[in-house]
């Protein structure tokens, strides 16, 4: 199904022989593939699934004089999409159903933000296996899989605030801005965490990977989630409480991988920049995303509660899953893991 989305989205509409005979092809591959999915929970058909959605996606942020952009409102682009969309999210909301938070507690600001601080905190073995590993035991051709794996939301990750910024109060948006600013590196270029990203692929020997190395469905489904959240407005609330999440999760993860290089002999502050800075930057970030964001969104809406503690589950789900991914990157099945608890290692 992948091939024959990236063969329509590369050739113009006019010039695609037996287009029609091809769209209903891709229609029946759909719905089967959904079914394998989502039904009988086929692994390869949800990869098949999560590569689709992430090249419609990429699709959106194509060069603009490219071919794929010119389908951007193609019918049938919009039809594949929202159908795999809604079949997948649907299927994940009832994963997360039952910790989601009481009434009392998503439509009330401050007992919202503690859930969401109390939430990012549920860290499951793997989890802290993974950070463990990461500090103590990866070695450099490890930490080249696991920079390979991350670089591709790393390089989106401005595009998915860019779509959390729109229309919104003006605190939400100032918030959302200053993480931009942060984002593109405070208006200087060299400065811009992509740039920085680059320089950490380059300090490793590698360059910026053009398709994921990802061979596994999980890690497209953790990317894929940002873009469905922030391209649909209907889940525009979902966004920012998935968008929370890293703020808050995320400083642990790269702490652990300043840790492991300086063990292998780096300096982190100099030569990795990308995962000192956020180490450092993020702590402040996850709580002024609740001060900001959060609260808010809940004091003029209190129903919105609701949404952002769906998109913080949402988010926290597929960080497992992708820790999950790692694992199987690190062949943690073949070893006996340590599950030290980050905060408590020192
Ligand atoms: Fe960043
Ligand atoms: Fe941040």
Same mark, same amino acid.
């Given at each position: 199904? /992948?091939?024959?989305?990236? &063969?329509?989205?590369?050739?113009?509409?006019?010039?695609?022989?037996?287009? *029609?005979?091809?769209?209903?092809?891709?229609?029946?591959? #759909?719905? *089967? /593939? @959904?079914?394998?999915?989502?039904?009988?929970?086929?692994?390869?058909?949800?990869?098949?699934?999560?590569?689709?959605? &992430?090249? %419609?996606?990429?699709?959106?942020?194509?060069?603009?004089?490219?071919?794929?952009?010119?389908?951007?409102?193609?019918?049938?682009?919009?039809?594949? +999409?929202? +159908?795999?969309?809604?079949?997948?999210?649907?299927?994940?909301?009832?994963?997360?159903?039952?910790?989601?938070?009481?009434?009392?507690?998503?439509?009330?600001?401050?007992?919202?933000?503690?859930?969401?601080?109390?939430?990012?905190?549920?860290?499951?073995?793997?989890?802290?296996?993974?950070?463990?590993?990461?500090?103590?035991?990866?070695?450099?051709?490890?930490?080249?899989?696991?920079?390979?794996?991350?670089?591709? !939301?790393? &390089?989106?990750?401005?595009?998915? $605030?860019? !779509?959390?910024?729109?229309? &919104?109060?003006?605190?939400?948006?100032?918030?959302?801005?200053?993480?931009?600013?942060?984002?593109?590196?405070?208006? !200087?270029?060299?400065?811009?965490?992509?740039?920085?990203?680059?320089?950490?692929?380059?300090? %490793?020997? @590698?360059?910026?990977?053009?398709?994921?190395?990802?061979?596994?469905?999980?890690?497209?489904?953790?990317?894929?989630?940002?873009?469905?959240?922030?391209?649909?407005?209907?889940?525009?609330?979902?966004? $920012?409480?998935?968008?929370?999440?890293?703020? $808050?999760?995320?400083?642990?993860?790269?702490?652990?991988?300043?840790?492991?290089? *300086? +063990? $292998?002999?780096?300096?982190?502050?100099?030569?990795?920049?990308?995962?000192?800075?956020?180490? #450092?930057?993020?702590?402040?970030?996850?709580?002024?995303? !609740?001060?900001? #964001?959060?609260?808010?969104?809940?004091?003029?809406?209190?129903?919105?509660?609701?949404?952002?503690?769906?998109?913080?589950?949402? +988010?926290? *789900?597929? %960080?497992?899953?992708?820790?999950?991914?790692?694992?199987?990157?690190?062949?943690?099945?073949?070893?006996?893991?340590? /599950? #030290?608890? %980050?905060?408590?290692?020192?």
């Amino acid at each position: 199904m /992948t091939q024959l989305v990236a &063969y329509l989205l590369s050739n113009p509409h006019d010039k695609i022989p037996n287009v *029609q005979g091809m769209l209903a092809t891709l229609q029946a591959q #759909v719905e *089967q /593939t @959904l079914d394998k999915a989502f039904i009988d929970n086929d692994e390869d058909a949800l990869l098949d699934l999560h590569k689709a959605l &992430y090249v %419609m996606y990429e699709a959106k942020f194509s060069n603009p004089m490219s071919i794929p952009s010119s389908h951007e409102y193609s019918t049938w682009l919009i039809a594949t +999409r929202s +159908r795999i969309e809604r079949v997948w999210l649907d299927w994940e909301i009832v994963q997360i159903a039952s910790d989601l938070p009481e009434e009392s507690v998503s439509r009330e600001h401050s007992s919202l933000c503690d859930w969401f601080v109390d939430q990012a905190k549920d860290l499951s073995d793997v989890d802290k296996s993974v950070a463990r590993y990461l500090a103590d035991e990866a070695v450099k051709e490890e930490f080249v899989k696991f920079m390979l794996a991350d670089s591709h !939301l790393n &390089y989106r990750f401005y595009d998915a $605030l860019v !779509l959390a910024s729109a229309h &919104y109060s003006e605190e939400v948006k100032a918030e959302i801005s200053h993480h931009l600013w942060d984002e593109s590196g405070e208006g !200087l270029e060299q400065k811009a965490h992509t740039w920085q990203y680059s320089r950490t692929l380059k300090k %490793m020997g @590698l360059a910026e990977p053009l398709i994921p190395i990802w061979d596994d469905w999980r890690p497209y489904a953790g990317f894929n989630l940002y873009f469905c959240l922030g391209l649909n407005r209907c889940h525009y609330f979902k966004s $920012l409480g998935s968008l929370a999440m890293p703020e $808050l999760f995320d400083p642990e993860r790269d702490k652990a991988v300043v840790m492991g290089l *300086q +063990r $292998l002999g780096f300096e982190a502050k100099e030569q990795f920049e990308y995962f000192y800075n956020h180490m #450092v930057e993020d702590l402040d970030h996850g709580k002024q995303w !609740l001060d900001h #964001v959060v609260t808010n969104v809940v004091k003029k809406q209190p129903e919105a509660g609701h949404e952002l503690a769906i998109g913080a589950l949402l +988010r926290m *789900q597929a %960080m497992k899953r992708y820790n999950q991914y790692l694992g199987k990157l690190f062949n943690f099945h073949n070893r006996t893991i340590q /599950t #030290v608890d %980050m905060a408590t290692a020192e």
